[in-house]
């Protein structure tokens, strides 16, 4: 059954205007949550896409907009690499944007994907997520922003189709049970993207068209979908698209 979230479709002319745009509402949700609470939490996301905006947080404006030293930064998956790997979600941040800005070390807390145990490395990122995040009304670890992409499969965090982690309940981090460019990852599962105050997709191509229109307006399906997990998602969804992956495939564009 599905749910009921907003799902907010955004619409930008390209990459770069993508990228100021998740720019501008990453330091408006820092200020909200810091404002209210005094701190502020946000699951990076890996892929080219971040990357350009992560450099624009490193960068003024944004870079003095935000307060780091009330920032901790956490992943929603990760490639079971060593963390100086060309492939590390880690390394992106931390090439892009970490050592370029004011963040403390212990403000940094990064899923330990290379241990040869994958599976306590799963459980020792859960019990980092509980003991680090506020929590929400139905006492669920909550983060105040998500940062996610989406594959032209329809996928999202490392979430796939067909995987038998769309029904995951319990476990907040999981070693994923599909590879995905012949790689293992940890990942959240779908209480912490149903339980984020705010998910911020950011969608780039006209090859995540097709994707877009029906994880946004299809059927629900989501074992082919994943995306779809959204959809009861407690918090806010705001989906920011290039004019490229907004477009209809059928020749309109999205609504």
């Keep these: 059954?599905?749910?009921?979230?907003?799902?907010?479709?955004?619409?930008?002319?390209?990459?770069?205007?993508?990228?100021?745009?998740?720019?501008?509402?990453?330091?408006?949700?820092?200020?909200?949550?810091?404002?209210e609470r005094g701190a502020f939490t946000v699951a990076l996301s890996?892929?080219?896409?971040?990357?350009?905006?992560?450099?624009?947080?490193?960068?003024?404006?944004?870079?003095?907009?935000?307060?780091?030293?009330?920032?901790?930064?956490?992943?929603?998956d990760e490639r079971c690499v060593p963390p100086d790997h060309p492939d590390s979600n880690f390394r992106l941040a931390r090439?892009?944007?970490?050592?370029?800005?004011?963040?403390?070390?212990?403000?940094?807390?990064?899923?330990?994907?290379?241990?040869?145990?994958?599976?306590?490395?799963?459980?020792?990122?859960?019990d980092e997520l509980a003991r680090a995040l506020p929590r929400d009304a139905s006492q669920c670890p909550s983060f105040d922003l998500m940062l996610l992409g989406l594959g032209a499969d329809g996928h999202t965090a490392s979430l796939l189709p067909g995987s038998k982690l769309l029904d995951e309940r319990e476990r907040l981090v999981a070693v994923t049970d599909l590879e995905r460019e012949g790689t293992i990852r940890l990942t959240v599962t779908p209480p912490?993207?149903?339980?984020?105050?705010c998910l911020l997709f950011l969608v780039s191509g006209a090859d995540k068209a097709p994707a877009v229109r029906a994880v946004l307006n299809g059927p629900f399906e989501v074992e082919r979908y994943p995306a779809q997990l959204v959809r009861q998602a407690s918090g806010e969804v705001v989906w920011l698209a290039d004019a490229a992956a907004a477009v209809d495939p059928d020749g309109a564009g999205q609504s």
């Design 46 to 76: 890996g892929g080219s896409t971040p990357r350009d905006l992560f450099r624009l947080l490193a960068e003024r404006p944004w870079r003095d907009e935000v307060n780091w030293s009330r920032t901790q930064v956490f992943w929603g």
């Design 1 to 35: 059954m599905s749910g009921d979230a907003q799902q907010n479709l955004v619409v930008v002319p390209d990459r770069a205007a993508l990228s100021r745009q998740a720019a501008d509402r990453f330091v408006a949700a820092s200020s909200a949550a810091i404002g």
């Design 192 to 197: 912490m993207l149903q339980h984020a105050t």
């Design 95 to 126: 090439e892009t944007l970490l050592e370029r800005i004011p963040l403390l070390a212990s403000n940094i807390h990064r899923m330990r994907a290379e241990l040869a145990d994958r599976s306590a490395a799963a459980a020792e990122y859960e």
